[in-house]
């Protein structure tokens, strides 16, 4: 899934942020062990990406869609606490440091759209996390289950008879991001001006 993208300088400040500052989990069952291992990874790889972009190009807000998750808030958050995670620079495979980065990471399970988003608040002039969760909740009908100061959650119900699939949903969530970075003149200037939904990330050469 290619992400939306935008925000014209890369922050200075360090790319961290304590799991511990992640909202608690939200959810019924305990995830498995092995799918918490893979949720961490995949964050790393995210956050190690977002951050190539934001050095290359200035990028600083970001909707993607996660695949481990597959709907739980729990796995979301360790995708998101594999994100913000501080780099070790002696590690053989660089993960995470997208700690000061904006970012809503959406995954579609078999029965809902999970939705996580992190507004750092160095960025929040510039993007509130209550407009961006509000705005992209409404846009595919959903119900936020918490905003806290940096972080929220908010999901959407699948539903097949009303045409409600999770991962249309998904989908409809990132457009509805990428419009939202457009009205707030959030996405790069340049490069093709044929092509408004142009992908900052692949041009950066990163892959999702």
Aim: charged share 25%; glycine share 10%.
């Amino acid at each position: 899934r290619r992400p939306c993208t935008s925000a014209h300088s890369c922050p200075t400040f360090p790319l961290a942020v304590s799991p511990s500052s992640v909202p608690a989990p939200w959810t019924s069952n305990m995830a498995d062990p092995k799918l918490v291992k893979a949720a961490i990874k995949e964050g790393g790889k995210k956050g190690v990406d977002l951050d190539g972009v934001c050095a290359m190009g200035g990028v600083t807000f970001f909707n993607i869609a996660v695949d481990t998750p597959n709907g739980d808030f729990e796995l979301l958050e360790k995708v998101m606490e594999g994100a913000n995670a501080e780099v070790d620079e002696s590690a053989e495979e660089r993960k995470g440091g997208a700690g000061a980065i904006g970012k809503l990471f959406a995954s579609a399970g078999d029965n809902q759209l999970a939705c996580m988003v992190h507004v750092p608040k160095a960025l929040a002039e510039k993007l509130s996390l209550k407009e961006w969760t509000e705005t992209v909740c409404t846009a595919i009908k959903g119900d936020i289950v918490e905003i806290g100061e940096e972080f929220s959650k908010f999901k959407a119900d699948a539903n097949a008879e009303a045409g409600r699939f999770p991962l249309k949903m998904r989908d409809d969530a990132i457009a509805a991001g990428l419009a939202l970075f457009k009205t707030k003149g959030l996405i790069p200037l340049g490069g093709d001006s044929s092509d408004d939904d142009v992908n900052y990330a692949d041009a950066a050469g990163v892959e999702w």
